[in-house]
C-alpha cells in the first residue's frame, strides 16, 4: 500500500542538499524551457521540484543527473511507485526527465539519453465536473453582499462562470486587462498565449459593483495592479480562492468535495455545449492550443443527455 503525504514529504526531508552541479543544470534547463517553450510558472516550478528531487536522491549513488544511467532513472520511479505517486504525478516528472535530458544531448553534455527507455504511465481522462444550472445559481448567490470581501468574491465566482477562465488566469487578472467599455477581458493563458473574453452583462455588472464598492476599501495603499485583491491589498493567491469557493459551497447547501474553483471552468464550457455552443468557439474561450482537449467536454455534454433521455423517455 502507498504511502501517505506526509510520509513522501518526510522522505524528501531525509535526502541530502542538492549538489551544486545539479543545481546550475537545473536552473540553465528552466531558463531555455521559459525562453524557448514559453512554459508557465507553474509548470517551469513544478519541473525544477521534480529534477530537483531525483537529483538529490541520486545525490549518495554518486552519478548526479548528468551521468544518470537508464537503471537509476528505473530504480527511482520504482520508488515512487512504492511511495504511492500518481500516474499523473510520473507522468509530469517524465516529461520533464525528457525535455532536460534532450537539451543536454543537444549541447553535448551526454551521448545517450537515459530516459529514452522509460514508459509513460497510462492516464485516464476523467470526465470534468460540472454543476448543475441551480447548484450555479445557489453558489454565485452564496458570498454575503454587506462586507467589501463578499462583493469581491461574489465578482470573482461571476467572472469565473462568465469566461470559463482558469484560476491562475482569474487570480493574475490585473485591472489593466479589463475593459468595462468593450466588454471583454484580455487574458494571457499557458504558453504566453493571449485571448480576448466576453464578460457578459451579468459578469460585468459584478465587476463594477465591486469595483465601485470593495476594491477601494479592500486596496490598503497605493494604486495596487491586481484586479482583485485580499488582505491588506495583496493579490488573492490560488489557494485563498479555493478555500473561498469551498466556503460559500458549504453556506450553498453544495457538498464541498464536489466543488473546486476549475469545476466552475468545467461548468462554463458544459453549458455552453449544452447550449449548443461550437466547439470551436469553445475552444478560443478556454484557450486551448489543441481542439482535442476541448473535445472531452463533448462527452460530459452527451453524459447529461443520455440521463435527460432516460428520465424523460417513455422507453428510457
Known amino acids: 500500500m502507498g504511502s501517505s503525504i506526509a510520509d513522501r514529504r518526510a522522505a524528501a526531508r531525509a535526502l541530502p542538499e542538492l549538489p551544486a552541479a545539479d543545481a546550475a543544470g537545473i536552473g540553465e534547463f528552466i531558463e531555455r524551457a521559459w525562453a524557448e517553450q514559453g512554459l508557465s510558472r507553474n509548470s517551469l516550478d513544478a519541473y525544477r521540484r521534480d529534477l530537483e528531487l531525483l537529483a538529490r536522491w541520486l545525490a549518495p ?3 548526479g543527473l548528468s551521468g544518470a544511467a537508464s537503471s537509476d532513472l528505473f530504480d527511482y520511479l520504482a520508488e515512487r ?3 504511492g505517486y500518481s500516474a499523473r504525478s510520473n507522468a509530469r516528472l517524465l516529461s520533464a526527465l525528457r525535455q532536460f535530458y534532450r537539451q543536454l544531448l543537444r549541447f553535448g553534455r551526454i551521448t545517450a539519453d537515459p530516459s529514452a527507455r522509460l514508459e509513460s504511465p497510462r492516464l485516464s481522462r476523467p470526465l470534468p465536473k460540472a454543476l448543475g444550472d441551480s447548484e450555479i445559481e445557489a453558489l ?3 458570498p454575503p ?6 462583493v469581491r468574491d461574489r465578482a470573482m465566482l461571476e467572472l469565473m462562470y462568465a469566461t470559463g477562465l482558469r484560476v491562475g488566469e482569474l487570480v493574475g487578472l490585473a485591472a489593466g486587462q479589463l ?3 468593450q466588454g471583454v477581458l484580455r487574458v494571457t493563458g499557458k504558453g504566453g498565449r493571449e485571448r480576448l473574453v466576453p464578460l457578459g ?3 460585468a455588472h459584478w465587476v463594477r459593483r465591486y469595483l465601485a464598492e470593495a476594491r477601494p476599501a ?6 495596487p495592479l491586481a484586479l482583485f485583491l485580499g488582505p491588506r491589498g495583496a493579490p488573492l493567491s490560488r489557494q485563498q480562492f479555493w478555500s473561498l469557493v469551498k466556503r460559500h459551497a458549504g453556506a450553498a447547501g453544495i457538498d464541498a468535495a464536489r466543488v473546486s474553483p476549475h469545476g466552475l471552468r468545467h461548468s ?3 453549458h455552453l455545449l449544452n447550449h449548443g455552443a461550437d466547439l470551436r468557439v469553445l475552444q478560443l474561450l478556454l484557450g486551448h492550443a489543441s481542439l482535442s482537449t476541448t473535445q472531452i467536454y463533448t462527452l460530459v455534454a452527451k453524459e447529461g443527455l443520455k440521463r435527460l433521455h432516460q428520465h424523460h423517455h417513455p422507453r428510457g
Open 81 to 83: 511507485s512504492r511511495q
Open 201 to 203: 452583462e451579468e459578469a
Open 61 to 63: 549513488r554518486g552519478c
Open 268 to 270: 462554463f464550457a458544459t
Open 218 to 223: 479592500l486596496a490598503a495603499r497605493g494604486s
Open 145 to 150: 453582499l454587506d462586507q467589501p470581501a463578499g
Open 140 to 142: 454565485l448567490q452564496a
Open 179 to 181: 475593459n468595462l467599455r
